[in-house]
């Protein structure tokens, strides 16, 4: 086809304005439907590697965003009984070719706002639940759950990993639970006066941890903790609770993590879980992105990175293929063997205190460094 292929995509989290936002720097056109009537606020920590920073820094959003983050000096690993420091990993140009890129964490809310910044409001379509949709030689038609339709040339799926555009793609796949529970939350610096705010900090137990990062400009840690579930019901969503579940399951741990604990006056909490890389993202003008692709366990920090990372290839190759069938599977093609990896990489990293043997910090960077666009 000779005009621009328009593009819609499903769903407006990070997975779905990175898409926008990359589309749009290309000069295609974009439509994001997102099925909530507000857009969604998030104050949970993110961190965000290398790869995805120096994204941003191509966007010309490098001095904003370090405006907002914090970037720490380094990631250490410590005992979980007592704090003990076990291994440490510099973060700040982390080993050969680091891209000239920090690593960050911030607030989701903070990242979510700069990427909206990069995108005109009438491109956000709110209160759109994609309910089907029928892909055809020259097009795909949206079904939505009011009634509605829209067409487009290519349907992106970023509806996180509950996809229905996966779904009606290939299925449900089998999701894998971990026996876990995750925590969520924040606690205010000054309540863990101990706590340095210049590095993220992970207590590894025999088959717990927490991870604490500092964010809003280091006034706050946002923590991440992950114990063997209590329950033998699954929750898939994140849901308020009171901290007391946490406090029982690290109370016996180093100061530090008992002062998080006593300290986070709302938590959030879940049951993790991903699935086996998918063996294809899509069909004809259909594909997916982010997390209805390749959901990742929280374990090597690069579920925001890969998504930045997707949306960069598959607005290079909508913005040059001659077909966009053909520039979906490039872009599957370039995208799918890594973000496997990384998956897989992460779900073996649950509780080692280093990268996993098969997958190295180069590896999880380096097609970073080789992306198009």
């Excluded at 997916?288 to 692709?293: K, R, T």
Aim: aromatic share 6%; hydrophobic share 40%.
């Amino acid at each position: 086809m000779t005009r621009t292929p328009r593009v819609a995509v499903a769903g407006a989290g990070l997975g779905g304005l990175a898409a926008a936002a990359a589309l749009v720097r290309q000069g295609l056109e974009v439509a994001v439907y997102e099925q909530r009537p507000r857009l969604p606020e998030d104050e949970t920590a993110l961190h965000l590697a290398p790869n995805g920073s120096r994204i941003l820094q191509r966007w010309g959003l490098g001095a904003e965003l370090l405006e907002l983050a914090v970037q720490p000096v380094a990631l250490e690993f410590r005992e979980w009984s007592d704090g003990t420091l076990t291994w440490r990993q510099p973060l700040g140009r982390m080993g050969p070719g680091a891209f000239a890129a920090p690593y960050c964490t911030l607030l989701t809310d903070e990242l979510y706002d700069l990427l909206l910044a990069r995108l005109p409001q009438e491109r956000i379509r709110l209160g759109r639940r994609l309910s089907g949709f029928t892909g055809r030689a020259d097009g795909v038609e949206l079904e939505f759950a009011d009634g509605g339709t829209a067409t487009a040339d290519v349907l992106v799926g970023a509806d996180g990993v509950r996809s229905l555009v996966r779904s009606r793609l290939i299925g449900t796949p089998r999701r894998v639970y971990h026996g876990t529970t995750a925590y969520s939350g924040a606690v205010q610096a000054d309540e863990v006066p101990e706590l340095a705010r210049d590095r993220v900090t992970v207590w590894l137990g025999p088959e717990s941890r927490m991870v604490g990062a500092p964010v809003a400009q280091g006034e706050q840690f946002g923590f991440v903790a992950v114990a063997p579930s209590r329950s033998r019901t699954a929750r898939q969503r994140p849901a308020s609770g009171r901290p007391t579940a946490l406090a029982a399951d690290f109370g016996g741990w180093a100061p530090d993590v008992k002062a998080i604990a006593a300290a986070a006056g709302g938590v959030q909490s879940w049951t993790p879980y991903d699935h086996a890389p998918l063996k294809r993202w899509g069909s004809g003008r259909v594909t997916l992105l982010g997390d209805a692709a390749h959901p990742m366990l929280p374990y090597h920090g690069q579920g925001v990175s890969q998504c930045l990372e997707d949306a960069v290839a598959l607005a290079h190759h909508l913005a040059r293929a001659p077909d966009p069938t053909l520039a979906l599977r490039r872009y599957e093609a370039l995208r799918l063997p890594h973000t496997a990896r990384v998956q897989l990489g992460s779900r073996a990293n649950a509780f080692r205190p280093a990268a996993a043997p098969d997958i190295t910090w180069a590896q999880v960077y380096d097609i970073g460094e080789h992306l198009p666009g």
